[in-house]
């Protein structure tokens, strides 16, 4: 099992910004990708943003132009830079990396971090 240590949920008004924050226990460039999902009270976990390893970004059309995700492989971290921030952004996050394709691929999961926009 791959730990993934995220931080950086919180708190935060409506228009605010959070930057998450998910640090494998192994070279993030060992995963084929790295991800963002988030869950809302009583809805199915949803993916919010992924980087793939060569760099390419994916985004869920809800936060399209808001959200940035990147990674910095000197600190073995990967971001979710969350602006503009609505209240129907608020979810547990959850850091995702994922090795592996088809029949083998695996998954890791954060423990998740709560991110609350107000009105």
């Known amino acids: 099992q791959v730990q993934l240590v995220e931080s950086g949920g919180g708190l935060v008004q409506a228009g605010g910004s959070l930057r998450l924050s998910c640090a494998p226990e192994?070279?993030?460039?060992?995963?084929?990708?790295m991800a963002w999902y988030r869950q809302a009270p009583g809805k199915q976990r949803e993916l919010a943003a992924a980087i793939t390893s060569g760099g390419r970004t994916n985004y869920a059309d809800s936060v399209k132009g808001r959200f940035t995700i990147s990674r910095d492989n000197a600190k073995n971290t990967v971001y979710l830079q969350m602006n503009s921030l609505k209240p129907e952004d608020t979810a547990v996050y959850y850091c995702?990396?994922?090795?592996?394709?088809?029949?083998?691929?695996?998954?890791?999961w954060g423990q998740g971090t709560q991110v609350t926009v107000s009105s």
């Open positions: 995702n990396a994922r090795r592996g394709l088809g029949a083998a691929v695996r998954d890791y």
């Open positions: 192994e070279l993030i460039l060992s995963f084929n990708t």
